[in-house]
């Protein structure tokens, strides 16, 4: 007999409507900012601060992929926040190979690239565990109100 594990996020009865627990807009607000931060490093990076090629460098296409979550974000998609958390690793990355590779300014960008993605990771972090903990209470709490009622109805 094959065991099963409960699902840890059950899907809401219809018109069931999850209240907005505390910090999860100060976390949504926290990601935007620190995506758009990495948005504006990269370009100014590559561009103007410390390209690798005088003039600019086409390295500022990098960014683009932080552009495509940005909607998600604003309107509090989970999925956005899940793949989100991910894909900010590949910047962290760079930003670590650059920190030991580069000198002067672009060691500098390097280290603060590193940083706002740290703060966008943490910042995604809280705002899934914060919705799925108010998910979970608001479910059960449900679940509770449903018991109650049918042990008042027999």
């Known amino acids: 007999m094959k065991k099963t594990r409960p699902d840890p996020?059950?899907?809401a009865p219809p018109g069931t409507v999850l209240p907005?627990?505390?910090?999860?807009?100060?976390?949504?607000?926290?990601a935007?900012?620190?995506?758009?931060?990495?948005?504006?490093?990269?370009?100014?990076w590559e561009l103007w601060l410390?390209?690798?090629?005088?003039?600019?460098?086409?390295w500022a296409i990098k960014?683009?992929?932080?552009?495509?979550?940005?909607?998600?974000?604003?309107?509090?998609?989970?999925?956005?926040y899940r793949a989100l958390s991910l894909l900010v690793w590949l910047y962290a990355t760079e930003g670590l190979v650059r920190v030991g590779s580069d000198r002067d300014l672009s060691q500098a960008l390097a280290g603060l690239e590193v940083l706002l993605c740290v703060g966008l990771f943490?910042?995604?972090?809280?705002?899934?565990?914060l919705r799925?903990?108010?998910?979970r209470a608001a479910l059960a709490a449900?679940?509770?109100?449903?018991?109650?009622?049918?042990?008042?109805?027999?």
């Open 122 to 129: 943490v910042a995604c972090t809280l705002h899934i565990r």
């Open 50 to 58: 410390a390209p690798l090629r005088p003039g600019g460098s086409w």
């Open 132 to 135: 799925l903990k108010a998910a």
């Open 32 to 44: 935007v900012a620190c995506t758009l931060a990495l948005i504006a490093l990269g370009l100014a």
């Open 142 to 154: 449900a679940a509770d109100a449903g018991a109650s009622a049918a042990a008042s109805k027999s």
């Open 20 to 30: 907005t627990p505390a910090g999860v807009d100060s976390a949504r607000r926290a």
């Open 63 to 80: 960014v683009l992929p932080l552009c495509l979550p940005l909607p998600g974000l604003l309107k509090n998609r989970m999925y956005t």
């Open 9 to 11: 996020m059950p899907d």
